[in-house]
């Protein structure tokens, strides 16, 4: 599967009118970009771990990878990540149509981005990134 | 009005020629550190003391309106929790830094709110949660975001970028 169909789903449940779907919608946004970024590691043999660490594992790759443009990605992968604990955590919060509507739009930026960055670049930043952390038995966070 | 403590800010060029002018600016700054920091937008820069960001530090003045350049900003506040969280991991230089260049690039800011991050799926994952209000249309907030993130590349090392997120509420 396509992890970017998740954006499919995202953009189909902005267009109704309740907060659930606005909701869901922001942690498809999340999980699409998420999945397409990890899958986009892999395909360089950058695997990114199965579990509930793999999201911070996958920031800390882009954050530490030393190109800018990725370093922004990276930042903005985190900023999807919070909005959607807000989303699927925080009921006594509100969250409005064009919230979801905002975070579909920065996830699909990000796919758009994305493919234009220089894979070798990023592969040797993300390993050298790795191997600063090499006698650590932690995952670089 | 707005709650505030007076601060002298000189302002200068963006092309590093110092001018002589200064002005007094409402700003998040207090007096008890001596520190400087840049704030920047595309056109001049800030250098002036630096607050402990903190609502009840602040002294209430009033403020000359025609000298405040961040009136958008109906509120903001500082979680007390979030500022020690960044004063034991010395993050406030950073915290500062992103504070208020959210309030330069987000033209339509109604509301800036900072909170301590938990992350509920993670218990080690922590930091903080830059959390705006904001009326505008996505796209235009989304331009806004990638012209702030162009400007925090410049002044916030990477490795405390990790620690900092911003989340919405657009209305």
């Not at chain 1, 992890?3 to 789903?9: E, G």
């Not at chain 1, 443009?69 to 985190?78: C, L, N, Q, R, T």
């Not at chain 2, 000359?64 to 991991?89: G, M």
Request: charged share 30%.
């Amino acid at each position: 599967m396509d992890a970017k169909d998740f954006l499919k789903i995202a953009k189909k449940l902005l267009r109704y009118n309740s907060e659930a779907n606005w909701r869901t919608s922001i942690g498809r946004s999340y999980y699409a970009i998420f999945n397409y970024l990890k899958q986009e590691c892999q395909t360089l043999n950058l695997p990114i771990l199965g579990s509930s660490k793999g999201h911070n594992q996958l920031k800390s790759y882009l954050l530490g990878c030393e190109i800018d443009e990725v370093i922004d990605i990276g930042s903005k992968i985190g900023d999807l990540y919070s909005q959607r604990i807000i989303a699927d955590y925080r009921l006594e919060e509100v969250v409005e149509e064009k919230t979801a509507k905002l975070m579909f739009e920065k996830a699909q930026d990000i796919t758009k981005r994305f493919p234009f960055i220089d894979k070798p670049s990023f592969k040797t930043g993300v390993d050298k990134y790795i191997a600063t952390f090499k006698s650590s038995t932690s995952i670089p966070s | 009005m707005l709650k505030c403590e007076e601060i002298l800010a000189t302002i200068i060029r963006p092309t590093g020629d110092f001018t002589t002018e200064s002005r007094t600016y409402k700003l998040f700054f207090d007096s008890d550190r001596t520190r400087t920091s840049n704030y920047s937008d595309n056109r001049f820069r800030i250098i002036g003391k630096i607050s402990s960001l903190i609502d009840n530090s602040f002294k209430e003045t009033v403020i000359d309106e025609t000298a405040n350049p961040f009136l958008n900003v109906e509120t903001k506040s500082i979680d007390p929790i979030a500022y020690e969280f960044c004063k034991v991991n010395k993050l406030l230089a950073s915290l500062e830094i992103i504070y208020n260049q959210i309030i330069l690039d987000f033209k339509s800011l109604l509301n800036l709110q900072v909170d301590y991050f938990l992350d509920p799926d993670d218990s080690k994952q922590e930091g903080i949660m830059f959390r705006l209000r904001i009326k505008d249309k996505p796209k235009k907030i989304l331009k806004q975001e990638n012209n702030f993130y162009l400007h925090i590349r410049k002044s916030i090392p990477i490795g405390e970028r990790k620690y900092f997120s911003i989340v919405y509420s657009v209305i």
